[in-house]
């Protein structure tokens, strides 16, 4: 077993009621915005709106931090996730889990494709093409914002679409956020075809400073992640009450990282660009304030 939430025993056997306030705690832990998130979410939901958290940051913490053999400790997570669906949900974590999968049908693949998105992290540090960058968002984004979804009660292939886009955006907008401190952990996300035609090197990533090229380089990435903002923004219209709210706001926050990025000239390596509390805090008012005049100018 490595499921443990709270950081203790992961096989110890909990009521399902301390079960989902481990999650909970889990995810208020590690999810600045999980406040702001729990107000928007109805109460009937806060608490398998926090499995599935608990879920990404216990296999994203398997794929990123724990020591040893990395990839077995996955698979033995894969198993727990298999028991958890055969309704033998153990520890902390499963027994939650198990309970949010039978009350709202959940599928098992975007949890399957979570845990091969961290795989994937232990296989491959170098994408080729932006097609392939894509192909691993499907993976390590993609699933977090259909299991939303459902909770809401949408399952349709459109809303899918949307949904897709938007978390792949912000996957994305993360990556160009984050060029330098991906660079120390041996990783790099610029697509190897698009430095190429930037003709930006990996040493030219290492630099203190972006050279003219990068600059370019992430100006490009950045253009694009916008236009798949742009592409599933429409999901926010196509879904009702506070959930419109927190789609609405996960946009604009993806966008607001991207205008710190332009702020910033497009060089990622001097500083890390960041959306300060401030500006949150903003963005949060104005969004209320759009939807409830019919505005969208956020594109």
């Given at each position: ?127 080729e093409t932006f097609d392939d960058l894509i192909g691993y ?111 609405a706001l996960f946009s604009r926050g993806g966008l607001a ?43």
């Amino acid at each position: 077993m490595v499921n443990a939430p709270s950081g203790d025993d992961p096989t110890r056997s909990v009521s399902l009621a301390e079960a989902y306030a481990d999650c909970v705690r889990l995810a208020r832990g590690h999810y600045e915005n999980f406040t702001v998130l729990s107000w928007l979410t109805p109460r009937r939901l806060r608490p398998h709106r926090a499995a599935i958290y608990a879920f990404c940051r216990t296999v994203d913490d398997l794929g990123d931090e724990v020591p040893g053999d990395r990839l077995a400790r996955l698979d033995r997570f894969e198993e727990d996730l298999d028991a958890a669906f055969a309704g033998r949900g153990q520890g902390p974590l499963f027994t939650a889990l198990a309970a949010t999968i039978g009350r709202f049908d959940l599928p098992r693949e975007p949890f399957a494709r979570l845990i091969e998105a961290n795989r994937s992290d232990q296989r491959t540090v170098r994408y080729e093409t932006f097609d392939d960058l894509i192909g691993y968002c499907e993976h390590s984004a993609n699933p977090v914002g259909r299991l939303v979804l459902i909770l809401h009660g949408y399952r349709d292939a459109e809303r899918f679409a949307l949904s897709d886009a938007t978390c792949t955006a912000l996957q994305l907008a993360n990556f160009w956020q984050d060029v330098a401190r991906d660079l120390a952990i041996g990783r790099i996300y610029l697509p190897a075809e698009d430095r190429a035609s930037f003709d930006v090197s990996e040493d030219d990533l290492s630099a203190n400073r972006a050279s003219e090229n990068v600059r370019a380089l992430v100006r490009f990435e950045v253009d694009r992640t916008r236009a798949l903002f742009a592409q599933g923004l429409p999901l926010v219209d196509r879904v009702r009450g506070r959930l419109r709210v927190e789609l609405a706001l996960f946009s604009r926050g993806g966008l607001a990282v991207l205008d710190a990025v332009r702020a910033q000239g497009y060089d990622t390596l001097r500083a890390r660009p960041t959306v300060g509390p401030r500006a949150k805090r903003r963005l949060i008012a104005s969004t209320l304030v759009d939807l409830a005049c019919g505005r969208r100018r956020w594109i």
